[in-house]
Nanobody, 128 residues
C-alpha cells in the first residue's frame, strides 16, 4: 500500500506562482509513476502532469505546458508541481496520484484510472 498527501495550495494572484508537494509513504519502492490531476467546480477531473518514478520521463497537459513543472525527490519520496504564470482557469482542487504499474505508453499516465492511490486534494485559487 502507498499513501500520498498533498500540500502547498492556496490563494494567489494571476501571474503568480505556487509549488505543490506530494509526500508518498508506505511501499514507495513499488511506485512506477506519480501524477497531478485537478478538478474545478462543475467539471470533470483532468490530467495536469505526471512523472515516472525512475528515469526522467515527464508528461504535461497542453494547457499547462511551459508554465508547470513536475519533479520528484526520490530520497524523500516527494513529488513537486511548480506552477508559474498562474491563470484564473487554473483554479481547482489539485490531487496527487500514484501507481505501481508500468505502462508502455505515456497515454496511460494521462488517465485517472491508471492511478490506484490518491490524496485528498489541495485547493488552488487564482484570483483574476
Amino acid at each position: 500500500q502507498v499513501q500520498v498527501v498533498e500540500s502547498g495550495g492556496g490563494l494567489v494572484q494571476a501571474g503568480g506562482s505556487l509549488r505543490l508537494s506530494c509526500a508518498a509513504s508506505g511501499r514507495t519502492f513499488t511506485l512506477s509513476a506519480a501524477g497531478w490531476f485537478r478538478q474545478a467546480p462543475g467539471k470533470e477531473r483532468e490530467f495536469v502532469a505526471a512523472a515516472k518514478w525512475r528515469g526522467s520521463s515527464t508528461f504535461y497537459a497542453d494547457s499547462v505546458k511551459g508554465r508547470f513543472n513536475i519533479s520528484r525527490n526520490n530520497a524523500d519520496n516527494t513529488v513537486y508541481l511548480q506552477m508559474n504564470n498562474l491563470k484564473h482557469e487554473d483554479t481547482a482542487v489539485y490531487y496527487c496520484a500514484a501507481t505501481t504499474l508500468a505502462y508502455p505508453s505515456e497515454n496511460y499516465y494521462r488517465v485517472a484510472r491508471t492511478y490506484a492511490y490518491w490524496g485528498r486534494g489541495t485547493q488552488v485559487t487564482v484570483s483574476a
